[in-house]
């Protein structure tokens, strides 16, 4: 038996793709006939795989996003809540998905579950597209069976995500292409008035200022040895790029972030947002607390975080209260999250409890980052100021020298 990836398409005329294990392609032929499909193209998997080695493809291009994966969740619930068994349900949604990794990811997804395999354990093949949170609520949620409750729960939680992301990368849009205009205006000059400047000032044979000579020499590198200055970027890139990748590279980058006064108050409440709204999600759906916190620890991005949250599990192992095991983090996580945690253990309403702070938090991050603008703008304009200050002066000094001597 060999396995095949597959081109049909239905009496329609609608076209379907998948991986069927047959004798031969005549037997696979006789399969899709049977399930109402037209063989169209078929290819061993070995072969497939053979022709993936010399596919040149850059993985961010075909990334599946946090919309996409939404309505894939939010679609799957209404269909599960239907009663549609889960393999038509997912070759129905690969009709419409965008991505070709998402679409073969939820093809071989079908493909498993047909042969016998739990949808949870399907979804371990793609760890890059369905994240531990989402893995292991589904593995809940069937074992419960109260898988359609869980989509819904886990469609809230992508949602949420989405919408923190989107605001607080739509607050660093502004300084962004304010910071990248100044810099390229900055280069422009650099490159085209000061060389024509500086000629004049080697006719006139005028003694120039030191911040003279610095732009001068600034800009006399850039037009000469500009492939040095690409070379210079791309090293330094390369450089922070494999320190971030180390454990006190990430450290100490996490650490300056927290320190930075504008920057420290938006990422405290959205790693806030994100531990209640995944904490929250998890215990709803019925997974025990210290794997809950196991895994919303997975899911934070600064280091601090997420060691407060692995420290914390092992203590709530113990036997500690999850409020008394995050006490000692009250520098990163606010008191009002410590004091509600501990109000949510004596009702016993801790998800409901987290999942309220994270509304909260959310609001938070959300009117924080609208006011960032005004907040950044003075700033920036200092900035500018003072780098067009320091320019003009440096160009303009050995004018007024050469008018003093005349």
């Known amino acids: 038996m060999a396995t095949y990836t597959y081109t049909a398409k239905t009496l329609e005329g609608e076209e379907r793709e998948g991986v069927l294990e047959a004798k031969d392609k005549y037997q696979l032929a006789r399969i899709?006939?049977?399930?109402?499909?037209?063989?169209?193209?078929?290819?061993?998997?070995?072969?497939?795989?053979?022709k993936r080695k010399f596919t040149f493809s850059l993985p961010f291009l075909d990334r599946v996003s946090l919309p996409e994966k939404m309505m894939f969740t939010r679609n799957l619930q209404v269909m599960v809540a239907a009663g549609l068994p889960l393999p038509r349900a997912l070759e129905t949604l690969t009709t419409q998905t965008k991505s070709k990794k998402f679409r073969r990811a939820l093809l071989d997804i079908k493909e498993q579950i047909l042969k016998g395999k739990n949808f949870s354990d399907?979804?371990?093949n793609w760890p890059n597209i369905f994240s531990e949170l989402f893995r292991n609520m589904i593995k809940v949620g069937e074992e419960a069976g109260t898988l359609e409750e869980v989509l819904k729960i886990l469609a809230q939680q992508i949602e949420r995500e989405y919408e923190l992301k989107s605001k607080v990368k739509g607050a660093m849009i502004y300084p962004a292409v304010i910071i990248c205009v100044m810099i390229g205006i900055g280069i422009l000059m650099l490159v085209t008035t000061v060389p024509q400047l500086a000629?004049?000032?080697?006719?006139?044979?005028?003694?120039?200022?030191?911040?003279?000579?610095i732009v001068i020499g600034l800009a006399k590198f850039l037009?000469?040895?500009?492939?040095?200055?690409?070379?210079?970027?791309?090293?330094?890139m390369s450089l922070l790029s494999q320190g971030l990748k180390t454990k006190r590279g990430k450290r100490v980058m996490d650490s300056l972030i927290l320190k930075m006064p504008i920057v420290s108050p938006i990422i405290k409440k959205t790693n806030s947002a994100s531990t209640t709204r995944t904490l929250s999600s998890l215990i709803s759906a019925g997974v025990p607390i210290v794997r809950a916190l196991e895994i919303t620890s997975g899911t934070l991005g600064n280091i601090f975080y997420k060691n407060a949250i692995n420290q914390s599990a092992q203590k709530v192992r113990k036997g500690e209260k999850l409020s008394e095991a995050l006490k000692p983090y009250q520098d990163i996580y606010s008191p009002i999250i410590v004091q509600m945690v501990a109000v949510g253990e004596e009702t016993g309403e801790t998800s409901t409890v987290l999942g309220k702070l994270a509304d909260f938090f959310e609001d938070e991050v959300g009117r924080t980052?609208?006011?960032?603008?005004?907040v950044i703008e003075p700033v920036l304009m200092v900035i500018i100021g003072g780098v067009i200050?320091?320019?003009?002066?440096?160009?303009?000094?050995?004018?007024?020298?050469?008018?003093?001597?005349?």
């Open 369 to 374: 980052t609208q006011n960032l603008a005004s």
């Open 122 to 124: 399907s979804l371990n």
């Open 223 to 236: 037009t000469t040895k500009w492939y040095l200055v690409i070379l210079i970027i791309i090293i330094l």
């Open 32 to 50: 899709l006939r049977q399930q109402g499909l037209i063989l169209i193209q078929a290819e061993p998997e070995e072969a497939e795989k053979k």
């Open 389 to 406: 200050g320091f320019f003009a002066v440096s160009m303009i000094q050995p004018m007024y020298s050469m008018l003093g001597a005349i």
């Open 199 to 213: 000629e004049t000032f080697e006719e006139l044979n005028i003694e120039l200022p030191l911040t003279t000579q």
